[in-house]
Every structure is written in structure tokens, then in C-alpha cells.
Nanobody, 117 residues
């Protein structure tokens, strides 16, 4: 059974930092592209960042320069470090594990990030 368990969300003030973690089980983690997505109220889910098995990364323009995605294959965990957080970063953040674009990806249950003073 595949499980993706996110943690690290919470309430943070504008300009603050947060690190999200996603622990995966039930997959050969090192073979998967891992991603972070987010969904704000009333908006569609959007890609925040992703990291392929080889370590290459890409980011949404909205978080580029403020976020770093990384993975620890020994711990089956992917991280999203976010800095200079803005109120518009407020959303539920979801972890995603994708083996191939021809099969469905796996999703975590999400973790709430709220940026507010």
C-alpha cells in the first residue's frame, strides 16, 4: 500500500520560512519523480516544485528563488523549504509521487500552510 504523509505545515507570518516534509512508503522512492502541489480556496491545484529521480528540479514562477525542493532517497522523503512567505502562499500543500506520465500518480492527504500576521 502506497502512503505519502506530509508534515510541517502551519501558521507562519509573512516573510517567514517553513519546511514541508513528505515521507513515502510502498514505492521504490528513488525511481519516482516527486512533487509538491498546492491548492488555495476557490483555485485549481497547481504545481509548486518537482524533483526527478536524477535530482533535476523545476519550480513555479511564483515560488522561484524562494523555495528549494530536495529529496533524501535513503529516508524516502522529499522536502520543500520555503522562504519569504507571502499571504498568497496560503494553501493546502500536497505531495505527489509519479513513476510515469502514463499511469496515475499518488497523492498525500495534504498539509495546510497559512501565511498571515
Amino acid at each position: 500500500q502506497v502512503q505519502l504523509v506530509e508534515s510541517g505545515g502551519g501558521l507562519v507570518q509573512p516573510g517567514g520560512s517553513l519546511r514541508l516534509s513528505c515521507a513515502a512508503s510502498g514505492i521504490i522512492f528513488s525511481r519516482y519523480e516527486m512533487g509538491w502541489y498546492r491548492q488555495a480556496p476557490g483555485k485549481q491545484r497547481e504545481l509548486v516544485a518537482r524533483i526527478v529521480s536524477g535530482g533535476s528540479t523545476n519550480y513555479a514562477d511564483s515560488v522561484k528563488g524562494r523555495s528549494t525542493i530536495s529529496r533524501d532517497n535513503a529516508k524516502n522523503t522529499v522536502y520543500l523549504q520555503m522562504h519569504s512567505l507571502k499571504p498568497e502562499d496560503t494553501a493546502v500543500y500536497y505531495c505527489n509521487a509519479r513513476f510515469s506520465y502514463s499511469v496515475p500518480a499518488y497523492w498525500g492527504q495534504g498539509t495546510q500552510v497559512t501565511v498571515s500576521s
